[in-house]
């Protein structure tokens, strides 16, 4: 009796397990839905986190069955197979593998024109997102989206977790005069979305813009829960680019991103990109004693030093190069109370305040980033951050309940 009583429960915890792994969209459209695509000819929106469960690329595994014929393969930033550094313009080529054409999406255009999608009968978009608003595989994602409306072509959407949650919404909403291939549509910095969430607000944002709409499917992703950070989902964490390495850099890159219009050190150059920032001019002893008085509990902050150098597939020419930076390094120890703009907001409006001499804001990039010069504005004047979290409060109130309406998950 005590033997069939123990097997119940290893076929119980067993089951819980397999119930508990999260699975792609991706693996569903293979397995499950491959009938939207068998006997057509598609295009493929991919880089090197399209993997299915098995470690195989999509299009590897799609060129392999021959039941579809791929037209051609699209590329965004760091390019098809996730090689090539940020900010690297990427030239239109032929995928090694498979022998595809591959049209880069981070080079001479960042939509798909009429004749890149000719003969196309659906296009399938499947990359990884990090949650944040500047990341541009979002903004891929929208153009592609309203190139396939415009050309009447079927978009599916493979879901994917949103690695750092889907219920932290944080930071300002980006106006329309600051839309760029950094800022598409108006979310918030830290938008707590998956990819297909975010594609069905897009497409009804297209609607309105240009009165079109895609003929969009989203594949929702299996036992994903909205409180889910990436290394609650069993699945294998694949950098989403070059420079966030891992889970706990993604967590802080919606706020230390902001660096990028700072010429303070992100990190770049270095192999903890991001969770460290820094400058020659910085007193880090002193940066930590007045970060400590804004009780950021969540976070440990060290000091550190770094000096930024050329690593092949990562940084070209980082700030600082082969110079030391004094700076701090950010470890999340409590990534449920951690809230990355805000503790961003924190950093560059302390930095302003302790070196107004040495400390330069770029302000068309922070307008790009932030979304908002009326905070830009307020960054430069070394404002207390709380008074600029304050600001935004209401117009992100207002994004909740316009996002509710596109949540697929609990």
């Not at 961003?344 to 979304?371: C, E, H, Q, W």
């Amino acid at each position: 009796m005590r033997k069939l009583a123990l097997i119940f429960l290893i076929i119980f915890l067993s089951a819980n397990f397999i119930q508990s792994k999260v699975r792609l969209g991706n693996d569903k459209l293979i397995k499950e839905y491959f009938y939207l695509i068998e006997s057509k000819n598609i295009g493929v929106i991919a880089n090197h986190s399209s993997v299915l469960e098995n470690g195989e690329h999509l299009i590897d595994y799609l060129f392999k069955t021959k039941k579809v014929k791929i037209i051609s393969a699209f590329g965004p930033e760091h390019g098809f197979r996730g090689d090539a550094p940020a900010g690297e313009k990427i030239e239109t080529s032929i995928d090694e593998r498979t022998g595809i054409k591959v049209y880069s999406l981070y080079g001479k255009t960042n939509k798909p024109t009429s004749e890149m999608l000719k003969g196309i009968d659906v296009l399938i978009f499947d990359i990884q997102d990090v949650g944040a608003r500047f990341y541009t595989y979002i903004s891929t994602l929208y153009l592609c989206l309203e190139s396939a409306a415009e050309n009447k072509i079927q978009f599916i959407v493979c879901d994917r977790p949103n690695p750092i949650g889907g219920e932290k919404v944080d930071g300002p909403i980006l106006k329309q005069e600051f839309k760029s291939f950094v800022g598409i549509a108006p979310i918030p910095v830290q938008h707590g979305m998956t990819i297909g969430e975010l594609a069905l607000y897009f497409n009804d944002l297209i609607e309105s813009e240009k009165n079109i709409r895609a003929d969009l499917i989203v594949l929702q992703m299996e036992n994903w829960k909205r409180n889910q950070l990436f290394d609650k989902t069993e699945l294998n964490w694949i950098k989403p680019s070059p420079n966030i390495v891992k889970l706990e850099t993604a967590l802080v890159y919606p706020g230390t991103c902001l660096f990028e219009a700072t010429n303070i050190s992100e990190g770049r150059g270095t192999h903890s990109p991001f969770l460290q920032i820094g400058a020659p001019f910085i007193n880090n002893h002193e940066l930590i004693e007045e970060l400590k008085k804004l009780n950021f509990n969540s976070v440990d902050i060290q000091t550190v030093q770094f000096v930024p150098v050329d690593i092949p597939g990562m940084s070209i020419n980082p700030k600082f190069e082969n110079q030391t930076c004094n700076g701090i390094l950010i470890k999340v120890k409590d990534p449920e109370n951690f809230y990355p703009v805000q503790f961003g907001l924190a950093l560059v409006s302390m930095l302003r305040k302790l070196y107004p001499d040495d400390f330069k804001i770029n302000t068309k990039r922070m307008n790009l980033l932030i979304g908002d010069d009326n905070i830009t504005v307020l960054l430069i004047s070394g404002t207390d951050f709380q008074i600029i979290v304050n600001l935004y409060q209401n117009e992100l109130n207002q994004f909740k309940q316009i996002r509710n309406k596109y949540l697929l998950y609990n």
